[in-house]
Each structure stands twice: as C-alpha cells, then as structure tokens.
C-alpha cells in the first residue's frame, strides 16, 4: 500500500501530459489500460488517469474501470464513498451541468474551505473543455459540481516522509502568511536560550531599552530590525 504523498507525487509529475494528436485520446494512460494505443471518441480518460496513478504507486481502489459512474458505484457498494470534508487523496467525481450524472474525476491534492476541492485531473484543460480537454492539469473546482469522492485506504504518512516543500509550493498567499502568524505565534512561546544568557547580550538590551523583553525566540520583520538599530544610533 501507499501513502497520499506517494500519489499526490506521481500525479503532480504528470501535470502538462497531453494527448497526441490532439483530440484524438491517444496518451500514455490510456495505453497502459487497454493493453495498445487507442484512439478516438470512445476511449476518454480522466478515470484511466486516475487508475494508472493509484496502479502504479501499489494504491488499491474498489473497482478497475474507466468509468466515473463505474467507480462511484463500486465505492459506495463498498462503504467509501463520501460527500464532505474531502481528503487529500481522495478521488472526486464531478457532475457538471448538462451530460452525464458522473461526467468527470481528479485525485484531490487538498479541500478548498467555503469553496470545494483543489484537484489533479486527466482529460480536462485550463480553459477549454473541462471534462474532455486532452490534459493533465491542476484544477480549483467549486462544491456545486462535486457529486462525491471516493476514500481509498492509504498507509500512514510518516512526518519524514512529508515533503514540506511541495506543500507550501501549493499554498495562497493568504494561506503562508497564516503559517508564518502561527510559526511566530509558536516562537514567541519559547524561552532565552542558555547561551544567550550566559553571554548577558539580551538583558543589556532590555536595560538599555532596545528591545522590551518579550519574544527572545521571535521572528524579527525588517521595520523592526531597523528600529532596534535606531534605538542604538545605528541608522
């Protein structure tokens, strides 16, 4: 079995695979599934995507099918088939409107709070066909068109295992500030390290009234580095 980091992994490595000739459904993907190259109307491949990416990091999903319908079905028969609080990992299956009830999926890479899923999909585009656009792209998808998603079992994720950077890479703004407000909120809880006071530097500074004492582990912003040199007639 797999970790959803394995996963998220192999999947993100596909993002700007597309079909060749364009239009036609002839990708790697759906060669793997059918055993030789096919082409045309009859063979898309956003589910083939989804099922190569689980085969070949060992990940076992409830059902092989090329179908979204197919998987649903398979997953709620089986007792993983969910409607909120989306994991990574998790494969979403789409209903958009007009067509098919289950007309597309993705492997979701995180939950999008008050919006929906942020997602790898197969077969869909940046700003053509969403459920038939020849590529594997990254794709930000909101409740309304999430019918459900399928919970597969994963081994757990060891904390050396997680890759911090691919995970502040797919972060907001918003969201890295955020984490870097708890990172300082964290610092400020720890103590003056021994060093620091045998040396005596931080309890001049306070004497003095450099600084006032609180946070010695804190994170230091540039406005206030320069006010500290201020403070000492440096600047």
Known sequence: MATVNELLTLARKQLGICENPPSSNNVRYNTWYYGREVTGSAYPWCMVFVQWCFAQVGAAL????????????????????VTRDFQPGDVVIYDFPGGAATDHCGIVEMELPDYGV??????????????????????????KYIAG????????????????SAMIS??????????LEKAKRYASTLPEPSWSQTEGHWQRAIDTGVINGGCPEGLLKRDE???????KGLV
């Not at 997953?75 to 993983?80: D, E």
């Not at 997602?119 to 594997?136: D, L, R």
């Open 62 to 81: 409830p059902k092989r099918t090329a179908s979204c319908g197919g998987l649903m079905r398979a997953a709620q028969a089986a007792g993983c088939w």
């Open 118 to 143: 942020q997602a790898i999909e197969g077969n869909t585009s940046q700003s053509g066909s969403q459920s038939n656009g020849g590529m594997v792209c990254r794709k930000s998808r909101p409740k």
């Open 149 to 164: 998603a399928v919970r597969p079992q994963f081994d757990t994720e060891k904390e050396d295992d997680m890759d911090i």
């Open 225 to 231: 580095f320069v006010a500290v040199l201020g403070r």
């Open 170 to 179: 797919r972060m907001t703004d918003r969201q890295a500030y955020e984490l």
